[in-house]
């Protein structure tokens, strides 16, 4: 390292060592908890309280939560209710999105406006109403009643980010394949929604891991298992057993892997729909 | 234009029925004195929730408590992200690496934060004790979350844990959007690093900063999920949010017309701080233009 250094003058080795120091330090405080949840997890239970690393590695919470605690229950709940909401606000969305954009007709310009807006909403305000609506109508602690919810708060973000990738999307593509004589719908399965690929993939993602995430209105519309999704099921390990630290490190670690991998393989998707608000706005 | 409607009208059908219909109806029940224990017998109130809610003890501490989190996690996670931006930014190795690293906080559901920060923060067996009494910057453990104003320190850290990746991603944006030519020029001309931060990029990137800023605002002044994990706005209510009073308005003393009250009155607050960022904004860009002129 030193050899690749001598040609600079000191000041530039000390602003290089001031900047990965900077890095680092803010990184591994990112890092600590998530590598404390995962030592946490797989400590056997009687040194879960010694702020120590473990002297063995045991998989017995792992084990033990699957079995006993049932948390496959609730991860299949999530996976159910995040899939089917990421395909409709998919669907939704898409077709919104392209509308809006290309099939302009009065005040559409208007009725978009307020889609995108509501997305400001504080979540409490909508889930009041909406709580009272899915009771009225019977559909409390129903896995449908969450996936209706979840499409709902995504649906804004996802209309307005497939309407600026529409918007962009060049007219004189579309008009060729009306010569070629195919239809409006075609002309959107055919033509455009190959070319808006990546879109839809943040689109997907995005919802995907809101929906995966979600706490609260799950946690006021469910109440047994059947339609629990993790979080709700994690929630309770704290409560229902007494604070069960080992059994809650595993199960957080089970319920954040799938995120992470998606984290991992699509990140990029991920920072440019997180950022294209920024860049567009 | 009618092809436009139809493919349209699932996205307004589910916005009309699902926004637009649930916050007329809850604008509604905020005027009447709506109970889940007797919901046959409905009363017009007018403005009574209105201004029982403004003037009762648990709003103002609410409101106290959402401002004093917002304006502690925004300042810092501002600082960070910014410095952090720079830093990845300026280094030329491993900036997808670190760019990765810093996205997985964002990943993580706020329940599972709020638990691994429980348990770090445990006042007889937390990580975080251990670690300062083991370099002595203690004696005896803090009860972090024991104490109402160390629960609310915890709350601003596990806030500015969870979230000064999605500055950092944001300003990172913003940097990349400057033009080096820019720095190059400033270099020729002399300026170190500071002088060149401070007049290139602190204004070029003001507007990306401030919509970066709106939008954190935005969200943690909602924050429930982690609050509600971490203390459920315990001890006593020392750190009850408004989201968690709304909460408990609503789900646990089942008044609808208060809670549907307090919901719109802290809708109006976020919409009078949004608007002043927005303003904010706005003013700089005209001052920019006559520079540019």
Not at chain 1, 98 to 120: A, E, N, Q, T
Not at chain 1, 218 to 227: F, Y
Not at chain 2, 120 to 136: A, K, Q, R, S
């Amino acid at each position: 390292m030193k050899k690749q250094f001598r040609l600079k003058n000191p000041v530039q080795i000390i602003s290089k060592v001031v900047q990965y120091g900077i890095i680092i330090g803010l990184s591994s405080f990112v890092l600590f908890p998530i590598i404390w949840l995962v030592i946490t997890s797989v400590k056997v239970r009687s040194e879960i309280y010694i702020s120590k690393l473990p002297s063995s590695i045991s998989l017995l919470s792992y084990i033990t939560v699957l079995k006993e605690y049932r948390l496959e229950k609730f991860f299949f709940n999530s996976i159910i209710i995040a899939m089917t909401t990421t395909i409709l606000v998919v669907i939704i969305a898409c077709l919104g999105g392209y509308g809006f954009s290309k099939f302009k007709y009065p005040i559409s310009d208007k009725i978009f406006l307020i889609c995108v807006l509501l997305r400001m909403l504080p979540f409490v305000t909508l889930m009041i109403p909406l709580y009272l609506v899915i009771a009225k109508l019977g559909l409390t602690n129903s896995k449908f009643a969450l996936i209706i919810g979840n499409t709902a708060f995504n649906l804004p973000m996802g209309l307005w980010l497939m309407e600026t990738f529409f918007r962009d999307f060049p007219d004189e593509l579309l008009e060729a394949s009306y010569i070629d004589g195919a239809s409006n719908l075609k002309a959107l399965i055919n033509i455009a929604l190959p070319i808006s690929k990546p879109s839809i993939s943040v689109v997907a993602i995005l919802t995907f891991i809101t929906t995966w995430n979600e706490f609260m209105f799950a946690l006021v519309v469910t109440s047994d298992n059947s339609s629990q999704p993790l979080t709700v099921g994690i929630s309770m390990l704290t409560q229902q057993y007494g604070v069960r630290w080992d059994l809650m490190s595993a199960a957080s670690m089970i319920y954040i892997i799938p995120t992470l991998l998606i984290a991992l393989m699509l990140q990029k998707y991920i920072i440019s729909g997180l950022t294209l608000g920024a860049i567009k706005g | 234009m009618i092809f436009g409607l139809i493919i349209t009208s699932p996205a307004i059908l589910i916005i009309g029925c699902l926004y637009i219909f649930p916050v007329f109806y809850s604008f509604y029940l905020s005027f009447t004195d709506f109970n889940f224990f007797r919901a046959s017998e409905v009363k017009i109130i007018g403005f009574k929730n209105y201004i029982d809610s403004l003037i009762s003890n648990d709003f103002i501490n609410s409101l106290k408590l959402t401002c004093t989190i917002s304006f502690f996690s925004v300042v810092f996670e501002f600082l960070f992200g910014m410095l952090l931006a720079v830093m990845v930014y300026k280094i030329s190795k491993r900036k997808e690496f670190f760019k990765t690293l810093l996205l997985i906080p964002m990943m993580i559901a706020p329940v599972v934060v709020g638990l691994m920060f429980r348990f770090m923060f445990n006042t007889e067996f937390g990580i975080v004790n251990t670690i300062l009494m083991d370099i002595g910057l203690i004696k005896e453990s803090i009860g972090w979350l024991i104490s109402g104003g160390m629960a609310k320190v915890c709350i601003i850290i596990l806030d500015i844990w969870a979230t000064t990746p999605l500055m950092f991603l944001l300003l990172y944006a913003g940097l990349t959007m400057i033009p080096p030519e820019l720095y190059e020029a400033a270099k020729v001309d002399g300026a170190n690093d500071w002088q060149s931060f401070y007049k290139i990029t602190l204004p070029l990137i003001k507007k990306i900063a401030l919509l970066a800023i709106l939008i954190r605002f935005m969200d943690v002044f909602r924050v429930f999920d982690s609050i509600y994990i971490l203390t459920k706005g315990g001890p006593g209510k020392a750190t009850e949010s408004l989201s968690l009073l709304i909460y408990r308005t609503n789900w646990i003393n089942y008044d609808v017309g208060r809670a549907s009250s307090l919901s719109f009155i802290m809708v109006f607050i976020m919409l009078v701080v949004a608007s002043m960022i927005i303003w904010l904004s706005k003013d700089h860009s005209e001052n920019k233009k006559q520079m540019m002129v």
